[in-house]
């Protein structure tokens, strides 16, 4: 399958459909949920955990649970640790928008114009992703949202994806994927799609990028990407 095209307008037109992660890639979300655990860190005198949190980045709320219960490793109480942290991380998007990422409406607003549907594939639980979109103004864009809450697998199972796929009636060889995380990469390649990787808090390393996808700066850059067969 050939992606090469000559015009701005072109460059993406071979590809039916366009699937999003959410947060870190079109929210800026993921500096707010470091900011709340390193807090709850803190509060328990924990000392600096995140290398547990960076691997939450871009699983569902039961892989979650289970990273943090082999992280903290009886410690303290998982559970306890992930109450406080998600009512910290309440209080800091609660009663307004999260930002968006940069480039965010520019590349919706592109992708509209040329007909082509666009949807969701996150962890978040899909009522709650439905709100944080609806509350930073670009939940009419997708057709289709999966949360984490929908399927039995968490990323980096290909499961989202393929269910964003099946509901969008598409193959999903034919979907370009967005993605920032390594499990969401993971996730879209496992599903057979292009995936373009725009890092937010954590770089791919060497493993990651010899895996051939596409790693871009920003949102901006999409629209112009010359892809390649």
Known sequence: MLFLCSSLENKMHNFKAVIFDMDGL???????????????CSKFNLGDLSNVFNKCIGTNS?????????????????????????????????DKPIPLK???????????????PMAVATST??????????????LGYFSVI?????????????????????ALSMNPAHCLALEDSSNGVKS?????????QIPDLIQPDEALLKMGHIVLD?????????FKS
């Open 218 to 226: 920003s949102l901006f850059d999409v629209a112009s990407y010359e």
């Open 102 to 116: 940069k480039g965010a409406i520019y590349l919706l607003d592109h992708i509209s114009s040329m007909g082509i």
């Open 188 to 196: 879209a390649l496992a599903a057979k799609m292009i995936v373009i």
């Open 146 to 166: 999966v949360g984490g809450d929908q399927v039995a697998n968490s990323k980096p199972n290909p499961e989202v994806y393929l269910k964003v796929a099946s």
């Open 26 to 40: 079109l929210l800026d979300s993921e500096q707010l949920a470091l900011d709340a655990f390193l807090a709850t």
């Open 125 to 138: 639980k899909t009522a709650r992703a439905r709100s944080k979109l609806n509350s930073s103004g670009i």
């Open 62 to 94: 039961e892989l979650v649970d289970a990273t943090l219960k082999e992280g903290l490793n009886g410690i303290m109480d998982h559970k306890k640790f992930y109450l406080t942290w998600e009512s910290l991380y309440t209080d800091l998007t609660k």
